[in-house]
């Protein structure tokens, strides 16, 4: 049996396993990390071109197990992948439709899932989005608090001004800015689970005259100027290409002249957006995130520079998320038997890989998470910056 499998595979040298529905058992490098259970024999054929949409959806189809640490199962199938697929992605065209029933629909599908869920390895504010670290060494919950702050202070955010938060999920930018900078926040989102809980919490800490949240599409935004900061965290992941210059003018016609936009988001590798190589963005985009698309830092950036507003301060913070998704795949590993209980088995199996791919392809420079801070000037050119940065540290 064994000398049926492909000759690629039996001249790897990996910390890998591979263990057959008979049975059978090989090694191909020496102290296998990883064991890759085929329950189903007609992978071994696909395995002589295993990219990781390959991979991941035989394992969220059940077709084979993995033994491992989740990370460790990342990193091996990811050399194998490698060993025997380039990174050549072709030619790319975006073709994905965004309107707002797709993605209300697409939303939905995402963060309705369960609040519960999420509770199990985010931090306590359920803030699910990139944490920022001052060394590495911080907990979750410290660095998403200094991430709000982070994001408050570029802002330049300032007692009675009123804030949009475009994307608002459960809520705790919105809260936490209000509590502890004095601003009045109007938040949107598309999720009616985030929604309830959002204004649950709200309620529960006695901010409902300084925090209104609603279920609005960034679409419907109110074009009249009347915000004087605009926050836009985790969102414009979701607007898609063809959508980028309606969204980022939205977001012109919502803020006053003199007004701060920050828009925080995870950013594409190549310049035309293509996803990742070997199959990894096709994989995120059937499983995790539908009809999903990131844009180049340079494609954003122009988009926001084309509607009127003046791309002022961009900060990457690439290796700040692989840090936080790997502390929310350490915490979800760490509560399994819970989740089990949640949510289905295949969508279980769906977001360890997600979360630990995620973590991995951070770390590695496959996509990046940059804040772009922008302005919108008054019409002879001024705005109400400081001169220098220093602020935003001390």
């Known amino acids: 049996m064994l000398a049926q499998l492909p000759p690629a595979l039996q001249n790897l040298h990996l910390p890998l396993r591979l263990k057959l529905w008979d049975g059978h058992e090989l090694d191909l490098g020496p102290a296998p990390s990883v064991t890759i259970v085929v329950k189903d024999p007609r992978l071994v054929s696909e395995f ?47 073709s994905t439709q965004h309107d707002k029933a797709t993605d209300a629909a697409s939303i939905s599908y995402h963060y309705d899932l369960s609040n519960e869920f999420y ?25 998403q608090q200094d991430k709000f702050h982070h994001l408050c202070r570029k802002l330049r955010l300032k007692p009675g001004e009123y804030l949009l938060d475009v994307g608002c999920g459960w809520g705790g930018l919105a809260r936490f ?14 999720s009616r689970e985030q929604l309830a809980l959002g204004r649950e919490r709200v309620k529960a800490e006695g901010l409902q005259d300084k ?21 836009s965290v985790g969102m414009f992941e979701h607007v898609g290409h063809a959508n980028l210059e309606l969204y980022t003018q939205r977001l012109f016609g919502a803020v006053r002249e003199g007004g701060l936009v920050m828009n925080h988001g995870i950013t594409a590798k190549h310049t035309d957006g293509r996803p990742v190589g070997r199959g990894a963005g096709e994989f995120i985009g059937r499983y995790v995130f539908p009809n999903g698309e990131l844009p180049h830092v340079s494609q954003i950036s122009a988009h926001i520079s084309q509607a009127g507003l003046e791309v002022v301060d961009v900060e990457s913070l690439r290796l700040h998320y692989a840090k936080t998704l790997e502390h929310w795949s350490s915490r979800l590993e760490a509560n399994l038997d819970r989740a089990t209980a949640m949510v289905s088995e295949q969508t279980l199996r769906i977001w360890r890989l997600y979360l630990a791919g995620c973590s991995y392809a951070f770390a590695r420079g496959w996509i990046n998470l940059h804040q772009i801070l922008a302005v919108k000037p008054y019409t002879d050119g001024r705005h109400e910056l400081p001169w220098t940065r220093e602020d935003l540290y001390r």
């Open 119 to 143: 509770q199990l390895w985010l931090d306590k504010e359920m803030v699910y989005s990139c944490a920022y670290f001052k060394t590495g060494e911080e907990s979750l919950e410290q660095a």
């Open 177 to 190: 800015a209000a509590r502890e900078y004095g601003v009045k926040v109007f938040g949107i989102t598309l």
């Open 48 to 94: 002589t071109h295993p990219s990781l949409d390959l991979l991941g959806s035989a394992f969220v189809e059940g077709r084979l197990e993995m033994e491992g640490s989740i990370s460790e199962v990342v990193r091996v199938c990811d050399e194998l992948s490698q060993a025997l697929l380039d990174d050549e992605d072709g030619e790319f065209h975006s």
């Open 211 to 231: 925090v209104d949240l609603q279920l609005l599409d960034y679409r419907d935004l109110p074009q009249d100027g009347r915000f004087d900061k605009v926050v």
